[in-house]
């Protein structure tokens, strides 16, 4: 099983990247962040004509997620509960017999604002959420931009920078707990050197050249399922092409029962 997260920033503005890797990579999943469309407004024709099923959640301009599979999505849930609450920011799927995951957490803005708060009390939630909705004990996926790097090796100047939203004490303690719930870092698992991120803010200058980047995109899984994985990597080529999303895409592996 190979699977994949990617925030686009934006479906429309980059379909033909996502399209074309689908066809270099084929994964069997990949799990999109920042869509940034609405359902009815969701690109699906040109994944079908290459193989692919899709489940999205989104809303116009902000936000939204999909999950992208060559097998069909069971149980599709968009949101934390059955009023669908934070839609367009986490969706689930069972592919097989494995529960997939993709949220989009909120940014945060800047410690100490409301919206920082929000994206604690956020991740408090989704805590809550795989506490009632998942058993650690069986196989389970959580992929997404979760919008923070949880280890100084996630970061190119983790002293700089630590306390900086993405990088803070109070959403490391939050990510932290979700983790213990659980969850293994299959990324981390499998790739232990520095210099390995997802994102480069597009307002630093020659960011990628200057390797100033961070590992905020995510693919964890609970022990049954980390135990199997057998490779995980980054692939920086979308990054470095014409009109990119300042993320890229992380991708795993992991070998059948």
Known sequence: MKVAS???????????????????????VLCLQETKVPDEAFP?????????????SGEKTYNGVAIISKRPLKNVKKG???????ASRLISA??????VVNTYVPQ????????????????DRLYDYFNANFSPEEPLLWLGDFNVAPEPIDVYDPAHLLGSVG??????????????????????????EPGQYTFWDYRVRNAVDKKLGWRVDHIWATRPLAKRSTRAWIDMEPRLGERPSDHTFIVAEFKPR
């Open 44 to 56: 699906e024709a040109p994944f079908k004509e290459i193989g692919y099923s899709s489940a999205f």
């Open 108 to 123: 945060g803005f800047h410690p100490g604002s409301d919206r920082f708060r929000a994206k604690l009390d956020w991740l």
């Open 94 to 99: 069972v592919i097989g017999t494995v529960p």
């Open 80 to 86: 934390f509960d059955d009023r669908g609450s934070e």
């Open 167 to 192: 990088f803070h004490p109070d959403e490391h303690a939050h990510l932290k707990r979700i983790k213990e719930w659980g969850f293994v870092d299959v990324f981390r698992l499998n790739v232990k």
């Open 6 to 28: 990617f925030n686009v920033n934006s479906i429309r503005a980059r379909l033909s990247i996502v399209i074309d890797w689908l066809k270099k990579e084929a994964p069997d």
